[in-house]
């Protein structure tokens, strides 16, 4: 699904009193709050979907799959998203419960 997708289907769900054009700035804000947010290394909770949060990496030694040398990799903040119960399980019904692998 691209973004959009996401506008469509958020416009479609609002209903016929929000256009597509008017729902776009709505997720783009959302999303640059989301984006902000992490930035200054705060935490986002959304009960019933999840949490956004950052994570610290600790510098660590790697190896160069090609020639085997070793690689430091520096300390980093990534970005990282938990989905709550019931995003997993609704996730988990809508697949049909199949797993493979």
Known sequence: MTKADFVEQVSDAVGPRVTKRDCGPVVDA???A???TLARGDNIEI???GT???RHRKA???RNPR???AVAVPPRVVPVFKP???LSS???RGAGGSRTG
Request: positive net charge; proline residues 0%; aromatic residues 12%.
């Open 52 to 54: 956004f949060k950052v």
């Open 67 to 69: 020639t085997g040398e």
């Open 47 to 49: 009960r019933g979907f």
């Open 84 to 86: 709550s119960r019931q």
């Open 90 to 92: 609704r996730v988990d």
């Open 34 to 36: 989301v984006k902000d």
């Open 60 to 62: 660590r030694t790697a």
């Open 30 to 32: 959302f999303l640059d």
